[in-house]
């Protein structure tokens, strides 16, 4: 027998004697009045002699992170969603039976103490129990303190453990909660409203990418796992939202990496009478303000770099960054000749996909693993961007934004297309390629160019990656960290 399975056998055998002894192992009637970080902050400074007047009794829950038994006496670390505090349990205030019940409890379980404070000799704030009760029965211990849960794979997949044993973790998903809460806040501020859109969709749009499909039985269609939000939201834009956004979970079928996850989180807004330029400095302000509130200010450290958010940001044109940052000749970028052969040597094809996919590829593999500070990269191929309006200067080109951070894009914006016709000749063109073998190519979608005929005002739109963002402010290089549930392969036996 493994050493795992006899610890396991043991605490089942805890468990049942207790029960036999008549204690209920999961009681529901235990009311909780006091945080752990409450006390410790009425009580951290306040000097011994007025912390020995002290009469008031506390009434705190918690799981047991710690266990050190003098015979008639107890230590054990308390450990509730605020802190950690230290309880004294002692036989002969709580009494022979509770210290009894009490002695068979472990490393892990759930209690519930009442009891005054004190410090020790140590200088440590305690709780010195007046009683104490089983509230939850641990049947599996905790990784060992020292070694704790290390594997990477155990720790997402066991990601209830990891939020036990490991405060950091903990504190990432504060920080995720809090950013979502200010980029809310932020927006709500500025006249948007915030809506929920379909995640189960008859057709996928709003990016290329290549969508999960599933099965309704009642209506006997097939759906698809919704790609993006965008089309569903700029049909808001139609019916009057002048301001809308959503956070929403979007799946996209596609590799994992430690900057993709299958299920991963987006910000979307659309903003109604703006253009790409509108939503840069836009853009500026927002992530500042999360700075600020989150972060307490505008410089960042991320993997050993100082990210200085301090508006304005720089901006490239895409060609332009292709020339300044990724070191290309201006005849190479201008000569699509000469283009197509620098993208052989960089094992990019070079023959058969359009020119502005080419320009993209080049663009991910000699600028933007190079641009840390933000930067605007702006003006995209038209090609490779089927939902944007067409710059009126260069019709190749579109007006669009991506705003790269740490070397890595955060976000997305353009100019809307809301001419029917032009976003009609676009579908078609993707609806070739898909058909062409890119299943990633946009669908066809009838229903959006009907709401583009009704009439959708002059717009702008963007989405942001949250859980990069995320990225960005704890200083993580892997999606999987700020994902409670990462997507993962079956566990093996």
């Not at 008031?56 to 829950?61: D, G, N, P, S």
């Not at 892990?108 to 709780?127: A, H, Q, Y």
């Not at 700020?482 to 566990?491: A, K, S």
Request: net charge negative; charged share 30%; with cysteine.
């Amino acid at each position: 027998m493994s050493e795992e399975s006899q610890v396991l056998r043991q605490r089942r055998q805890k468990a049942e004697a207790l029960r036999d002894e008549g204690v209920d192992l999961y009681p529901n009637d235990f009311r909780v009045q006091d945080r752990l970080a409450d006390i410790k902050a009425r009580y951290d400074d306040l000097a011994d002699e007025a912390l020995a007047q002290e009469e008031r009794t506390y009434v705190c829950a918690g799981r047991i992170m710690s266990m050190r038994s003098f015979g008639r006496a107890t230590f054990i670390h308390l450990k509730d969603t605020t802190d950690k505090l230290q309880v004294y349990v002692k036989r002969d205030v709580v009494g022979r039976d509770e210290y009894r019940v009490f002695r068979k409890l472990d490393i892990g379980d759930w209690v519930g103490v009442k009891g005054n404070v004190f410090r020790t000799r140590t200088g440590e704030l305690t709780l010195l129990a007046q009683e104490i009760r089983l509230l939850t029965k641990s049947l599996r211990p905790l990784p060992e303190k020292f070694h704790g849960l290390r594997d990477i794979e155990s720790r997402y997949r066991q990601r209830y453990v990891d939020l036990v044993v490991n405060d950091a973790v903990r504190e990432i998903f504060i920080t995720r909660a809090r950013i979502i809460q200010n980029v809310q806040e932020f927006l709500k501020g500025n006249g948007f409203v915030e809506v929920e859109t379909p995640m189960m969709q008859p057709i996928p749009g709003g990016a290329t990418a290549r969508p999960f499909k599933t099965f309704h039985n009642a209506l006997g269609i097939e759906l698809y796992l919704r790609i993006a939000p965008e089309l569903y939201l700029k049909r808001l834009l139609v019916g009057g939202f002048e301001r809308v956004f959503e956070i929403n979970r979007n799946f996209r079928n596609e590799g994992i990496s430690l900057q993709h996850n299958p299920e991963f989180t987006m910000l979307e807004f659309y903003r109604a009478y703006a253009t790409f330029e509108d939503l840069m400095p836009f853009t500026e302000d927002m992530i500042c303000s999360v700075a600020d509130e989150v972060n307490g200010g505008l410089q960042l450290s991320y993997q050993g770099d100082t990210i200085d958010l301090t508006p304005p940001w720089r901006r490239y044109r895409l060609k332009e960054a292709l020339i300044t940052v990724g070191g290309l000749e201006e005849s190479e970028v201008e000569d699509e000749r000469k283009l197509r052969a620098r993208a052989e040597t960089l094992d990019i094809p070079g023959s058969g996909p359009e020119l502005g996919k080419i320009l993209t590829k080049l663009f991910d593999l000699l600028v933007e693993p190079k641009l840390k500070q933000p930067t605007f990269i702006t003006h995209y191929p038209l090609d490779v961007s089927p939902l944007s309006r067409r710059n009126k200067d260069d019709p190749s080109l579109v007006d669009r934004f991506e705003l790269f951070i740490a070397g890595r894009e955060i976000a997305n914006g353009f100019s809307e297309l809301n001419d029917p016709a032009d976003q009609k000749e676009r579908f078609l063109q993707q609806v070739a390629a898909r058909e062409a073998g890119d299943e990633e190519a946009h669908f066809m979608d009838e229903d959006y160019i009907r709401a583009l005929e009704y009439g959708m005002p002059p717009a702008a739109g963007e989405g942001m990656g949250i859980d990069r963002l995320v990225m960005l402010f704890a200083d993580l290089t892997s999606i999987r960290e700020v994902i409670l549930f990462p997507q993962l392969r079956p566990e093996r036996d």
